[in-house]
């Protein structure tokens, strides 16, 4: 199903060659969960989040899991990791499941990501649009990462690796325009509700 001018991904002929290594402990273990602005496959039916910008104040905050604590400002982290590159298949996330509500986000199954890089599916950044929850720590990072320039710094980390090169060249322009595009979202968030309501740095229930 991933062979197309929309997912780019096809065989030679017909396979493709992965390979998947995940090494936990033997007393850890994950579980999956629903992500709340998780989309359809099938690209025609639209989830609630997609068709209401209040989704978020009505229906995720109110929602015991993201409430309080970490969970909504994980979720957001992850919004932005997907949109800068371009993964917009997040049906659910895994954690651990012994910390559940305290442990963090394990990244997993990013295989949609750096399909295309001459668009950018703004829907992948509802979370931070909806919600304007932001971790303090995140937004010094993409503050860092556009002085030092994220596409120069992927470009040369990737350059070391055995597979290189392992991304196309514009690529690397496309993650710097989406990084852009994530800080902007965080001061309009910043501008309508104020650092106060947005960073966790000021939320007492961590």
């Known amino acids: 199903m991933d062979c197309s001018s929309f997912f780019s991904v096809c065989g030679h002929p017909h396979r493709v060659e992965t390979s998947l290594s995940l090494l936990l402990p033997n007393h850890q273990r994950l579980m999956a969960v629903d992500h709340p602005f998780q989309r359809e496959h099938d690209f025609h039916t639209r989830r609630k989040w997609e068709t209401d910008p209040s989704y978020c104040d009505k229906i995720v905050k109110n929602n015991a899991l993201y409430m309080k604590g970490r969970r909504l400002y994980d979720i957001v982290d992850l919004a932005i990791f997907d949109f800068l590159i371009d993964n917009m298949d997040r049906h659910h996330y ?34 931070l649009k909806q919600c304007c929850k932001l971790r303090w720590s995140t937004w ?67």
């Open 94 to 127: 895994e954690t651990w499941r012994q910390f559940f509500m305290d442990g963090s986000f394990v990244h997993m199954d990013q295989a949609w990501g750096f399909a295309q890089f001459e668009r950018d599916e703004l829907s992948i950044l509802a979370p």
């Open 140 to 206: 010094e990072t993409l503050l860092r990462l556009r002085r030092f320039g994220l596409g120069d710094l992927l470009h040369d980390s990737l350059a070391r690796d055995l597979t290189a090169p392992v991304l196309a060249n514009e690529h690397y322009t496309a993650v710097d325009r989406r990084l852009q595009i994530v800080i902007d979202a965080a001061k309009k968030c910043e501008e309508t509700h104020s650092p106060q309501l947005v960073y966790d740095i000021y939320d007492s229930s961590l």
